[in-house]
C-alpha cells in the first residue's frame, strides 16, 4: 500500500486501447493497491439500446440543442463494484459520461468518500461535435478533484477558460523488448484511422507508405489507386502492433485534423513507437520541443513537401535514421514510460 493512496479504483472509458490497462499495470508495478474495471464490460442496464433510442427522441423533441446519452451501465451493479472496493481515490480514464452519469458519481464519491480524478486523452475527439464537447465540459469535468490532460492545450483551456484545476500530463508507453536484428519489411508504416488531412499526406509519399487502420474503405473515393492498394483497413494494438512498429524503417506520425487545428499533436503513437525502438517522423507541433530533441531524438515535418524530402532523406541515411532512433528510445526510457508518469500521478493524487 502506498503512504497516501490506501485504496486506487481505475474505470477505463477507452478499453478498446490498452493504455488503461498499462496504467493500471504502472501502478501495481510501484506498490500500489489498485483496482481495474474496462467499463464496456461491465452490466449494461437492461434492453439498453431501445432504451437508449426513445431517450433521444424524447430528449431531441424537447430541446433539440442539447446533448443527451443515455449511461449504459447497471447503476446498482455499479455501486456494488464501488461498495467492494472501498477507494479512498478513484481515477476515470477517458471520460465517464456514456456509462454514469457524472452527476451520479460525484454523489457516490460523497457517499463513500472518495476522490474523483480524470485522465484525459479524449477531449480533443469531441472538437467537432459540438454539444457533446459542451456536455463533457459543463457536466463532467466540474466533477473531478482534479484533471489530468495529455495535451498542453486542453491543460490551458481547462484551467484558463474553465477554472479548473488541471494539470499537464503526456501519454507515455510500456518499454518493449527490442529486436535489433530484425530487417524492417515497410519503408514507411502509418497506423491510424482515416482523416482527410491524412489521405492529403499520405497521397505524397504513397510509393512508400504502408497503412493500418480503420475507417480507410469508406473513403475510397477520396483516395486515389496507387495509395488503396497500401491500406490494410484493420485496427491494430497490443503485441500485434509492437510487431508490426519495429517491422517499419520510418514510423510516421500524423495527426488528426481537429487536433492539428488546435495546435496540439503529442498523441499516443509518439510514445508507442519511440518505446519500440523505432525511428519517428511526425508533424510538429511546440509541445514536442518541450518533450524530444527535434533532429536528434525524433524528426518533425511542416507541410507535404517537407514529408516527401524527410521520408526520402532519411530512408537514403540509414545511419543517420538509426542515430536518431536509438536516442529517441534513450530518451524516452529515460523520461516517458507509463512508470514515470504513474509516479507523477502518485504524488498528486496523494497531495490532492
Known sequence: MHNEIEKLLIFDGIGGVPLGREMYEAFCAQVVDAAYYDCAKLNKIDFYGARSGFAKLVNRAEKADIFYHLPRLDLEAFKKI???????????????????????????????????????????????????????????????????????????????????????????????????????????????????????????????????GNRWTRNYPLISHDLKQKIHDQSVWGEALHRTLQDAKIILNITRGPFYGAETGVNLRIFEALAAGCFLLTDYCEELEELFVVGEEIEVFRSASELAEKVDYYLKHPARRIDIAKRGYEKFSQKHTWINRINVLIERLGST
Open 82 to 212: 464501488i461498495a467492494k472496493e472501498k477507494p479512498s481515490h478513484l481515477l476515470v480514464i477517458g471520460f465517464i459520461y456514456k456509462f454514469v452519469s457524472p452527476e451520479v458519481l460525484k454523489q457516490l464519491s460523497a457517499d463513500y468518500n472518495f476522490k474523483l480524478f480524470l485522465y484525459d486523452t479524449d477531449s480533443c475527439n469531441l472538437y467537432t461535435k459540438r454539444r457533446e464537447f459542451v456536455f463533457f465540459i459543463e457536466n463532467e469535468l466540474p466533477i473531478y478533484d482534479e484533471i489530468f490532460s495529455f495535451s498542453q492545450v486542453t491543460t490551458r483551456f481547462f484551467r484558463e477558460t474553465k477554472k479548473l484545476k488541471a494539470t499537464f500530463l503526456p501519454f507515455g508507453a510500456k518499454p518493449l523488448n527490442l529486436h535489433p536484428n530484425i530487417t524492417p519489411q515497410h519503408d514507411v508504416l502509418f497506423v491510424g484511422s482515416c482523416d482527410l488531412r491524412r489521405i492529403f499526406l499520405l497521397e505524397h509519399i504513397k510509393d512508400h507508405v504502408t497503412i493500418y
